[in-house]
C-alpha cells in the first residue's frame, strides 16, 4: 500500500533563512502523482503543486523549489528566504489508484513556524 | 478557488446523536472526497465518492455513512456520534482521473460532548 512519511513533525525558523520539508514515499506503482498542500493557521487547504513520476525536473516557484527524486523515492520542498506568511502545516500526498477510483494518501504533515 | 462549500462549518453535538455534514461544489467534478483531521495523524480518508450513488469507504469509514444522490452534493452521516468522531472534516472534489488534484473545502469543526 502507498504510504507518505514527513518525518519532521515541527520545524522552527527565523524569517529569511531557507528551509527543507522532507518527503519520502512508498509505491508499488509504475505511474503516480506527488503533492504538497499548504495549510496556514486559518485552516484551508491550498494546492501547491502536483508532479508525476515521469517529470522529475525540479520545480521552481518563487521561493518556493521542489526536489523531486525517484532514485530516493523522495520530493522535497525547499522554502527560499522564508517568510512569516509561509508559517503553516504543510502535507505531502502521493496518488493511489484502487479499483478505478483516485485516492491520495497524505503524510502527517510538518508544521513550519517562520520567527520574524 | 473551487466552489465548494460546507456546511455547517462548527457544530457541536452530544454523543448518541444523529449528525450529517454537507458539502456542495459549484464545479461539476465527478470525484469527492471526506476525510478527517486530527493532531498527529494528519489527514484520513473517510469515504469517497466517484459518481452519483457511488461510493466506497476510506481509511476510517467505521462508524461513518456517505450518500450522494446528485453530481453537486456529497453527505456525510454519523448514525450515534461518539467522542473519538470529534475532529475538523474537509470535503475535497476532484475532476478526473488524469490529474489526481482534489481541492478542498473549509471544513467543519465538530465536537462530540
Known amino acids: 500500500a502507498q504510504k507518505v512519511t514527513q518525518a519532521q513533525t515541527e520545524i522552527s525558523v527565523v524569517e529569511k533563512e531557507d528551509v527543507t520539508l522532507d518527503c519520502v514515499y512508498e509505491?508499488?506503482?509504475?505511474?503516480?502523482?506527488l503533492f504538497w498542500y499548504k495549510q496556514p493557521p486559518s485552516g484551508e487547504l491550498v494546492f501547491l503543486i502536483r508532479?508525476?513520476?515521469?517529470?522529475?525536473q525540479n520545480e521552481i516557484s518563487g521561493r518556493y523549489s521542489w526536489n523531486f527524486q525517484k532514485s530516493t523515492s523522495s520530493f522535497n520542498f525547499t522554502i527560499t528566504a522564508s517568510q512569516v506568511v509561509d508559517s503553516a502545516v504543510y502535507f505531502c500526498?502521493?496518488?493511489?489508484?484502487?479499483?478505478?477510483?483516485?485516492?491520495?494518501?497524505f503524510g502527517k504533515g510538518t508544521k513550519l513556524t517562520v520567527n520574524p | 478557488d473551487a466552489g465548494i462549500t460546507q456546511s455547517p462549518r462548527h457544530k457541536v453535538t452530544e454523543t448518541g446523536t444523529p449528525v450529517t455534514l454537507r458539502c456542495h461544489q459549484t464545479?461539476?467534478?465527478?470525484?469527492m472526497y471526506w476525510y478527517r483531521q486530527d493532531p498527529g495523524h494528519g489527514l484520513r480518508l473517510i469515504h469517497y465518492?466517484?459518481?452519483?450513488?457511488?461510493?466506497d469507504k476510506g481509511e476510517v469509514s467505521d462508524g461513518y455513512s456517505v450518500s450522494r444522490s446528485k453530481t453537486e452534493d456529497f453527505l456525510l452521516t454519523l448514525e450515534s456520534a461518539t467522542s473519538s468522531q470529534t475532529s475538523v472534516y474537509f470535503c475535497?472534489?476532484?475532476?478526473?482521473?488524469?490529474?489526481?488534484?482534489?481541492?478542498f473545502g473549509p471544513g467543519t469543526r465538530l465536537t462530540v460532548t
Open positions: 500526498a502521493l496518488s493511489e489508484t484502487q479499483g478505478g477510483s483516485e485516492k491520495l494518501v
Open positions: 509505491t508499488r506503482d509504475t505511474t503516480y502523482y
Open positions: 508532479r508525476n513520476s515521469f517529470d522529475e
Open positions: 464545479e461539476n467534478h465527478r470525484y
Open positions: 465518492s466517484y459518481g452519483v450513488k457511488d461510493t
Open positions: 475535497a472534489i476532484g475532476k478526473d482521473r488524469t490529474t489526481y488534484e482534489q481541492y
